[in-house]
């Protein structure tokens, strides 16, 4: 097998993602083709929008006062008085389960002398103030105060803690502190339908990690939202992934969308070199499958059959065997591909039946980021819903590698997270109006975020 790299081909050069589409196995459904592909220009974006604190501050004033951003999974509440502390740039709201099906977002600040009331989730039938012993209902209403007659002010007046709104998707649970923004029915279209099939809402978290990185968010966040870093950062999918022939979809001003083919060779190689056993082989290498493959056990590629509609086929059987579901008639593309969805601002979702990946990404500063990653399962057919993973919080120097349970999955997101400290100190390095500039094409979700995201600084 040669992977060496030859001159780089663009999309026009190689199978598109719909080609690859029109030679699997079975038809996909209809959204999983070309979306739009808006022409939003070719302008850089300064550094300083990565660097600036008084850039970061407009952020903090004018995006994360007014957006919406998925605050906690309603799997992590199941029960009446279940709550999360969900922290986002000094501010911080409690979200509780106040009834079965209610989910409300109040301030987590005491109405007294402000100390914050919880600062970490768990179960409670009333918040207690820690300082003075002030008390609040679990659905925010006013309930002790064992000072009451030294404060003739607050007679008579609903001293019930603020509220943030809240709404919820597909077992997530979203929050918004502006009471004018847009419902998020508004934004979220077309997801909804687009994810149907996959009932995120019936899943569970399987593997919950957070980890802190020293670079701002959308360098972070932008990480993710192209393949074409896999030429440098992941060559260990050069014989099996298109990358540089992705397919990337913008939506709306808040939804995006990037497809990559499972089971294809790079447009970067060389073509020829490759047999479909090569690339079946590169694929079982690279998910850590190495005994197999270098003993011979692992499946083999029939002859005139695809790597890729092998690979396809075992992951039927494989998520059969795991869930009791039923696979055979689903598409090799859900069967294989990394199907991500993005809804602005900090969300990342993976579509499909094989792995469905969620991402997040929040400032800290400037120049810190907390991304949290986790590994939505479906719930077994026949069993009850499994309880969903504690979280695991890694340090800046921990490796991703040593997650059990994260597979290959972890020595990947360790070659893109060597690159974040050095991003955000190369911005730096090149000053305030450093043009930082995206492919037309291939970067274009990331320029899309920008866009968004001045339309939100404007006001
Ligand atoms: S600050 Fe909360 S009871 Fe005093
Ligand atoms: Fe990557």
Redesign the pocket.
Known sequence: MNLDIRPQADRCNDLSYEDILNLDTRPVPAYLRQGPVPDIGTDPVPAGNYTDPAFFQQEVDKLWSRCWQMACREEDIPNVGDYVVYDMVGKSYLIVRTAPDTIKALLNV?L????KLATQGGCKSRFR?M????EWNIDGSFKHNPMAWDFPQWEGQDMRLPEARVARWGGFVFVNFDPEAKPLDDIIHPIPEHFARYDLANMYTALHIAKTFPANWKAVAEAFMESHHSITTHPQFMAFLGDANSQYDVFSPYVSRQFSAMGVPSPFVDKSQLSESDIWAAMLRSSGRVREWEQGEGPTVPEGVRARACAAEQQRHALAAQDGEDYSDISDAEMLDPLLYNLWPNLSVWAGFSLNLVYRWRPVDVDTAIMDVRVLKRVPKNGPRPRPAPLQVLGVDEPCATVEGLGSLGGVFDQDMANLPYVQQGLKAGGRDFPVHFGKYSELRIRQLHRTLADFMAG
């Open positions: 005491c007294h002398r402000g100390r103030c300082f003075h012993g002030f």
